[in-house]
T-cell receptor, first 115, second 111 residues
Framework: DAGVTQSPTHLIKTRGQHVTLRCSPI?????VSWYQQVLGQGPQFIFQ???????GRGNFPDRFSARQFPNYSSELNVNALLLGDSALYLC??????????????FGPGTRLTVL | RKEVEQDPGPFNVPEGATVAFNCTYS??????FFWYRQDCRKEPKLLMS???SGNEDGRFTAQLNRASQYISLLIRDSKLSDSATYLC????????????FGKGTRLSVIA
């Protein structure tokens, strides 16, 4: 079975542009979470979606938005890019909404560089 | 105070050594605890969950002390392939912050 897939793998943008990152969860998983990992830090939670509804949001500005589609895939959008948005963006899927004992499976990430 | 704090590292150890990682968490409502492993430029992968009674998986032993809000990971007989960053992770009961990661501790096992 395919794991979590993300596209693109790498992306270079300039300040002020916007970007859309895509994620497809493991088949049968209905929950998708997005994390941002800057160099030297652990991943930080951005959003969680379950059954196409936002179920959680981390401490990120409104420039960050996301959505989940009927097939449970998800997009993360970032507007008005800043240099500090350069990071590895990770998507994780799980069967249910909450953390707890539900293992989250991470995709390979999208490495975004903002120049 | 950070929600999850780990030893800053890096840890450089010879093959065969025993190495211990420590982690503390600030939110006493945290319900689930994990160690993830992340190789360079790769995604995090679950190494093991951590249970109150402590648990072992081969050369890896994880322990949890809820009273002290402390989690540990012990790696015995280190292998070159253990070289990676180890992330301490906690989860709250609610879905708002599914996983809270520490900064990670880099381990290099040297031949």
């Amino acid at each position: 079975d395919a794991g979590v897939t993300q596209s693109p793998t790498h992306l270079i943008k300039t300040r002020g542009q916007h970007v859309t990152l895509r994620c497809s969860p493991i088949s049968g998983h209905k929950s998708v979470s997005w994390y941002q990992q800057v160099l030297g830090q652990g991943p930080q939670f951005i959003f969680q979606y379950y059954e196409k509804e936002e179920r959680g949001r981390g401490n990120f500005p409104d420039r960050f938005s996301a959505r989940q589609f009927p097939n449970y895939s998800s997009e993360l959008n970032v507007n008005a890019l800043l240099l500090g948005d350069s990071a590895l963006y990770l998507c994780a899927s799980s069967i249910r909404t909450s953390g707890g004992t539900n293992e989250q499976f991470f995709g390979p990430g999208t490495r975004l560089t903002v120049l | 105070r950070k929600e999850v704090e780990q030893d800053p590292g890096p840890f450089n150890v010879p093959e065969g050594a025993t190495v211990a990682f420590n982690c503390t968490y600030s939110n006493s409502a945290s319900q689930s605890f994990f160690w993830y492993r992340q190789d360079c430029r790769k995604e995090p992968k679950l190494l093991m969950s951590v249970y109150s009674s402590g648990n072992e998986d081969g050369r890896f032993t994880a322990q949890l002390n809820r009273a002290s809000q402390y989690i540990s990971l012990l790696i015995r007989d280190s292998k070159l392939s253990d070289s990676a960053t180890y992330l301490c992770v906690v989860a709250l009961p609610s879905g708002n912050t599914p996983l809270v990661f520490g900064k990670g501790t880099r381990l290099s096992v040297i031949a």
